[in-house]
């Protein structure tokens, strides 16, 4: 059984630029959060992808956009790099209903030069 | 905003002690779940626990949860080196976001 996977595994940038993250969720897991991890901090929440729809976002700014494919994979954009936008971003997959575990993928650690 | 706060920040145990970790939340939920991150990779999920439960184990991991406290405390028995890790409580789950704490670090000393 497939777990959640992220690609890249690490990304380097230069402020200005945009980035594309990627996650493949869990076999049967339908629904695909967002969050990013700063050094030493939790992850932040930044936004919910269900029937191909934001469903839920945190308080990001509008710089941060994402996407879901029929498949159930998603992407998250990130444009007008800035150096605080350097860190750990997580992808979590989960069934939509009930109170469920979110599973979490290996992450893709970005730095913003 | 940050909904759980971890306690301790940091923990360092010798191979085979005990170790408990505490976190605190701010508003109701309808559980709380403790997950293990190695080194800023992935986080791994380790147990979830539901508003109507008042105490969970798996393996060697025991939660606890006080919802008229808004606490819940996770002690890992007979630590072993392998247990070095962060550990982060979050509330919701499923449809909803999870909220995090900024984690306890535990080390384990061999």
């Known amino acids: 059984d497939a777990g959640v996977t992220q690609s890249p595994t690490h990304l380097i940038k230069t402020r200005g630029q945009q980035v594309t993250l990627r996650c493949s969720p869990k076999?049967?897991?339908?629904?695909v959060s967002w969050y990013q991890q700063a050094l030493g901090q939790g992850p932040q929440f930044i936004f919910q992808?269900?029937?191909?729809?934001?469903?839920q976002r945190g308080n990001f700014p509008d710089r941060f956009s994402g996407h879901q494919f029929p498949n159930y994979s998603s992407e998250l954009n990130v444009n007008a790099l800035l150096l605080g936008d350097s860190a750990l971003y997580l992808c979590a997959s989960s069934l939509p209903s009930g109170q469920n575990e979110q599973f979490f993928g290996p992450g893709t650690r970005l730095t913003v030069l | 905003s940050q909904q759980g706060e971890e306690d301790p920040q940091a923990l360092s145990i010798q191979e085979g002690e005990n170790a408990t970790m505490n976190c605190s939340y701010k508003?109701?939920?309808?559980?709380l779940q403790w997950y293990r991150q190695n080194s800023g990779r992935g986080l791994v999920h380790l147990i979830l626990?539901?508003?109507?439960?008042r105490e969970k184990h798996s393996g060697r991991l025991r939660v606890t949860l006080d919802t008229s406290k808004k606490s819940s405390s996770l002690l890992i028995t007979a630590s072993r080196a392998a247990d070095t890790a962060s550990y982060f409580c979050a509330t919701g789950g499923g449809s909803e976001k999870l909220v995090f704490g900024k984690g306890t670090k535990l080390t384990v000393n061999p």
């Open positions: 626990i539901r508003s109507n439960e």
């Open positions: 992808y269900y029937e191909e729809e934001e469903r």
């Open positions: 508003t109701s939920i309808n559980n």
């Open positions: 076999s049967g897991h339908d629904t």
